[in-house]
């Protein structure tokens, strides 16, 4: 026969034991998304990377072109700077990828793969398109604006497809932005594209990157 006290017990058994599958699906969910972060690029980095480039390397040929500026910038310089910071990021970038998907296998591994070539294979399209170009006879002028709302066009595309593709709306979000301050930019006409890629392409990155950082900040380890 059951006494109070031993129901009292069992129902004691069961409360503790539902207590410690709640701790442990817990501490499971928090390795889960610890083992997630260190497998997943770290869009903080990436996008501080890819403003900071845009920023000093637009804001070059922008002080190149601008019949005002109060600094003397050679165009060579212009687009050396434009050039080294664009590589560096994308290098930087990569190497990042690679590192934090090498254990990755499957899909998810195929993925990251396609679309780190399908940033390489758009910018020497690119490349191409605006060499057959330059040979028409078009002006100097002409040819920056070509790269410049060009460049900024690739990689709005490129953020668009890597968001629609990990589902990831500030990526799309941000694609979307990029597509639409190139073709103001565009319209804007020289120097002025270059502030404005500069400006709200390069320094819209810094202000997503450092928005992340702090709410990754208050939201703990």
């Given at each position: 026969m059951?006494?109070?006290?031993?129901?009292?017990?069992?129902?004691d058994?069961?409360?503790h034991t539902?207590?410690?599958?709640?701790?442990?699906?817990?501490?499971?969910?928090?390795?889960?998304r610890?083992?997630?972060?260190?497998l997943?690029?770290?869009?903080r980095?990436?996008?501080?990377?890819?403003g900071?480039?845009?920023l000093i390397?637009?804001?070059?040929?922008?002080?190149?072109?601008w019949d005002?500026?109060p600094v003397?910038?050679s165009?060579?310089?212009?687009?050396?700077t434009?050039?080294?910071?664009?590589a560096?990021?994308m290098v930087i970038?990569s190497?990042?990828?690679a590192?934090r998907?090498a254990?990755?296998?499957g899909?998810s591994s195929r993925?990251?793969?396609f679309?780190?070539?399908?940033w390489?294979v758009g910018?020497?399209?690119?490349?191409?398109?605006?060499?057959?170009?330059?040979r028409?006879g078009?002006?100097?002028?002409a040819i920056?604006l070509?790269?410049a709302?060009?460049s900024?066009l690739?990689?709005?595309?490129?953020y668009?497809?890597?968001?629609?593709?990990?589902?990831?709306?500030?990526?799309?979000?941000l694609?979307?932005?990029f597509a639409?301050?190139?073709g103001?930019?565009?319209?804007a006409g020289?120097?002025w594209?270059?502030?404005v890629?500069?400006v709200a392409?390069?320094g819209?990155?810094?202000?997503?990157?450092?928005t992340?950082?702090?709410?990754s900040?208050?939201?703990?380890p």
């Amino acid at each position: 026969m059951t006494t109070s006290s031993d129901q009292h017990d069992l129902a004691d058994d069961g409360t503790h034991t539902d207590l410690a599958a709640a701790e442990s699906l817990a501490l499971i969910e928090a390795q889960r998304r610890e083992v997630g972060a260190q497998l997943e690029p770290d869009a903080r980095l990436l996008y501080g990377l890819w403003g900071l480039a845009l920023l000093i390397g637009e804001g070059a040929f922008f002080l190149a072109t601008w019949d005002d500026s109060p600094v003397e910038v050679s165009m060579p310089l212009a687009g050396t700077t434009l050039f080294v910071s664009l590589a560096s990021a994308m290098v930087i970038s990569s190497v990042h990828i690679a590192r934090r998907v090498a254990g990755v296998q499957g899909n998810s591994s195929r993925q990251g793969m396609f679309y780190r070539w399908t940033w390489m294979v758009g910018f020497v399209s690119l490349a191409a398109i605006i060499s057959g170009v330059t040979r028409t006879g078009i002006d100097d002028a002409a040819i920056g604006l070509l790269w410049a709302a060009g460049s900024g066009l690739v990689i709005g595309l490129l953020y668009m497809a890597g968001g629609a593709m990990w589902l990831d709306r500030t990526q799309f979000a941000l694609g979307a932005w990029f597509a639409v301050v190139s073709g103001a930019g565009a319209v804007a006409g020289t120097p002025w594209i270059y502030l404005v890629l500069a400006v709200a392409g390069g320094g819209g990155l810094l202000a997503v990157a450092a928005t992340l950082a702090a709410r990754s900040k208050l939201s703990g380890p």
